[in-house]
Structures are given as C-alpha cells and as structure tokens.
C-alpha cells in the first residue's frame, strides 16, 4: 500500500492564481482530511469528510474548498491564490471505527508570492 | 485560543537519557489524546494515545502520561535514541465528534544529542 501520497511536492504560485492540491489514499478509509501548518503553529483543519459525497467546513476553511467524489480522493482547491495561503499544506484520512488515529500524506510546500 | 499548548518549542536531551515532553490543554471535552511525531519533508506519524479514562499508556521505549485534573499530558521517552530526533506533536478530540476531527499542539523540537 502507498498510503496518503499528496501531488505535487512544492509549488510556488502568483497572486490570484488558482491551483488543485492532489490527494489519495489507498487504505479505504472513510474519514479525510486537510490540515496546513505554518511555521511555528501546530496544524490546522480546513476542510474534512466523513465520506464520498460528504465534506464539512473546519477551523479555517476560508479560500478554500474541496470535493469528495470517490472514497480515494480528495482535492483540495485554492481559487484565488493570497500570501496568506502560503504554507504546508497536509492531507490525511482515517478508519471510521474507533480508532483516532490519522494517516498523514508527505505533504505539498506552497508559496504565495 | 489554543485548546492545546505545547509551551517548549525545542528541547535537547544527551542519547541514553529520558526525554519528556509536555502539553497542556483547556478543554475539558476532549476525552482521547495522541502523540505525532514529524521528521523534515514527511507527514506525521502516530506515535501513542491514551483515552480519558486512563492516566498511563505504555509501548516499548514510548509511555504518555495524562493527568486530568491538571489537564496535562507528557511523552515520556526512554532511553532516548538520535533517531528520536523530531517534532513532536501533542493532539486531542472532542468527546462526541462524529469526524474523528483532532485539534494538534504547535509541536517542540527533540535533539538527541550523540
């Protein structure tokens, strides 16, 4: 199994250009997430699923938004690209039991200028 | 307003030594508590959780410890390997979430120091 694989590794975009940040997973998870880190601060939810079809707003949802079509992927999309959205940007999923705990992809290095 | 706070953003400890890591949370909601840890140009990995109910859970080198009423938890590692050398970060969930959604710490740096 691959695990969470993110695409692409690094990106660096102009002001008000949009971008599709790639993720998949290969575990059947039901549960997906996105979270990005700044530096310095933990990470922070933006949008997660609680399956295909199914998304929800998190912590910081605003310039941002998701699909879930299949139960592999789940994209997530920047429409107008702001130096505040520069950042690391992380996916993960989770087994819908009991378990807690998250599968992180490797993540995508986004720069804003 | 962090919910969880990891108030020591690095700590260096010598190889063979126990290292411990700290955090403190405002929430009393939260009822299941994880430990993540990161190496550069990765995703974090789980490390060890412990539920509410519990104040120790134990896995090899690895043991959290959760005191609920000082709302504080601490990841004891020992003895303590170069290869431990990353960011760690402390989480917790919501009692009753449907989403399995985590709120993280902002991390503290090991150094294990040859």
């Known amino acids: 199994n691959a695990g969470v694989t993110q695409t692409p590794k690094f990106r660096i975009l102009k002001i008000g250009q ?7 997973q290969d575990m059947n998870h039901n549960y997906m997430y996105w979270y990005r880190q700044d530096p310095g601060m933990g990470l922070k939810l933006i949008y997660y699923s609680v399956g295909a079809g199914i998304t929800d707003k998190g912590e910081v949802p605003n310039g941002y938004n998701v699909s879930r079509s299949t139960t592999e992927d789940f994209p997530l999309r920047l429409e107008l690209a702001a130096p505040s959205q ?7 999923s989770s087994y819908s039991t009991e378990s807690y705990e998250q599968y992180f992809g490797p993540g995508t290095r986004l720069t804003v200028t | 307003d962090q919910q969880v706070k990891q108030n020591s953003p690095s700590l260096s400890v010598q190889e063979g030594r126990i290292s411990i ?13 994880l430990w993540y840890k990161k190496y550069p140009a990765e995703g974090p990995t ?18 959290v410890f959760l005191n609920k009423s000082a709302k504080h938890l601490s990841l004891h590692i020992v003895p303590s390997q170069p ?24 991390g503290t740096q090991l150094t294990v120091l040859p």
């Open chain 1, 18 to 24: 949009s971008m599709t940040l790639q993720c998949t």
């Open chain 1, 86 to 92: 520069t950042s690391v940007y992380f996916c993960a």
């Open chain 2, 21 to 33: 890591l700290n955090c403190d949370y405002t929430n009393s909601m939260f009822d299941y508590f």
């Open chain 2, 46 to 63: 789980f490390l060890i959780s412990i539920s509410s109910i519990k104040d120790k859970n134990e896995d090899g080198r690895f043991t």
């Open chain 2, 83 to 106: 290869g431990d050398s990353a960011v760690y970060f402390c989480a917790a969930r919501v009692s009753g979430g449907s989403a399995r959604q985590l709120t993280f710490g902002s």
